[in-house]
Nanobody
């Protein structure tokens, strides 16, 4: 059973930084896309950043130049370095991957449980 465990959330003042981590474990044959989403109260879940198996990255316009997504293939881990944080970045951040649990299975999507990020003075 594939599991995603996120860490690194917390409270920070505007202009501060946080680094989120997400470790994927369980039966994983290969991981294609790793991504971070976020959901603020009353809002829909939105895509923050993605990174492919070829290390191509994509970012929401609202975080470009401030956030950096990266991955450690050996550790099945994805990171989100968040700098120059703003109050509007406050949300629950979710890790998402598309992976194949076995050589013969189709690619499936998996979600983490979420980690809270609060930016406030």
């Amino acid at each position: 059973q594939v599991q995603l465990v996120e860490s690194g959330g917390g409270a920070v003042q505007p202009g501060g930084s946080l680094r989120l981590s997400c470790v994927a474990s369980g039966g994983i044959f290969s991981i294609n896309i790793m991504a971070w989403y976020r959901q603020a109260p009353g809002n829909q879940r939105e895509l923050v950043a993605t990174i492919t198996s070829g290390n191509s990255t994509n970012y929401a316009d609202s975080v470009k130049g401030r956030f950096t997504i990266s991955r450690d293939y050996a550790k099945n881990t994805v990171y989100l370095q968040m700098n120059s944080l703003k109050p509007e970045d406050t949300a629950v951040y979710y890790c998402y991957i598309r992976a194949r649990p076995s050589r013969v299975s189709n690619e499936l999507g998996y979600w983490g449980q979420g980690t809270q990020v609060t930016v406030s003075s």
